[in-house]
Nanobody, 115 residues
Framework: QVQLVESGGGSVQPGGSLTLACATR????????MGWYRQAPGKQRELVAG???????TYANSQEGRATISRDDARKTMWLQLNNLNPEDTGVYYC?????????WGQGTQVTVSS
């Protein structure tokens, strides 16, 4: 059974940094490339960053140069380091398969950027 547990969110001031973690159970990590998604207030969920099985990465334009995604296959864990955060980065961050997500989603982790 798939389980996705996101953590590491918080409230930070503009310019701050956070590192999010995604712990997984089941086969989702072994069978898929993985991604971080964000749902901002009043908006649809969108891809922030993706990492393939060969460790190649892709980022949303808004994150280019400010985010770093990484994974550890042995630990079935993925991270997203967010730097130079701005208020537009506010939202609930989720991890899931990429590019086609599973229908199951974890609870996400809230990131709030404000002064």
């Amino acid at each position: 059974q798939v389980q996705l547990v996101e953590s590491g969110g918080g409230s930070v001031q503009p310019g701050g940094s956070l590192t999010l973690a995604c712990a997984t159970r089941g086969n989702i990590f072994r069978l898929n490339s993985m991604g971080w998604y964000r749902q901002a207030p009043g908006k649809q969920r969108e891809l922030v960053a993706g990492i393939l099985g060969n460790d190649s990465t892709t980022y949303a334009n808004s994150q280019e140069g400010r985010a770093t995604i990484s994974r550890d296959d042995a630990r079935k864990t993925m991270w997203l380091q967010l730097n130079n955060l701005n208020p537009e980065d506010t939202g609930v961050y989720y991890c899931n398969a990429f590019p086609k997500s599973y229908s199951y989603w974890g609870q996400g982790t809230q990131v709030t950027v404000s002064s």
